[in-house]
């Protein structure tokens, strides 16, 4: 599992945490009821605190993404897909209601947005043929 921390980001440590780590069980990199590095080990690996990383897996197992068993550490749920994929839908209604009222202000369409999509779909698509 590869987790990326960014002091640029405006997501606090935890957050970047376990987004990432729910990012990885969605796209299936994780799989239900594989052991994750000990909160000790990840906040090593990551040059973070052990705080940090144990408020990211308690919000994991909070939402239902993990489950930790005292003296054994803690694992990927199984976690239904179709939840991971609503709830990544929502982000992605916020961040897009965001970039429609910034857009607006420089006269910047939906329409436009939609166009910009299709470009990146099509870069995309080209280097992965």
Do not use: W
Not at 72 to 98: N, Q, Y
């Amino acid at each position: 599992m590869f987790i990326s921390l960014s002091a640029a980001s405006p997501d606090p440590m935890y957050k970047q945490i376990a987004d990432q780590v729910r990012d990885a069980i969605a796209s299936g990199e994780l799989a239900a009821l594989e052991r994750l590095p000990s909160i000790r080990e990840l906040a090593e690996a990551l040059r973070t605190s052990v705080i940090t990383v144990k408020r990211a897996y308690l919000d994991l197992e909070n939402e239902g993404c993990i489950v930790s068993r005292p003296g054994l550490g803690s694992f990927v749920a199984a976690v239904d897909p179709a939840r991971l994929r609503e709830r990544k839908l929502g982000e992605f209604r916020r961040e897009l209601t965001r970039i429609v009222r910034t857009g607006a202000k420089f006269s910047i369409r939906p329409d436009d947005l939609v166009g910009l999509i299709r470009g990146i779909e099509e870069d995309h698509d080209g280097k992965h043929a």
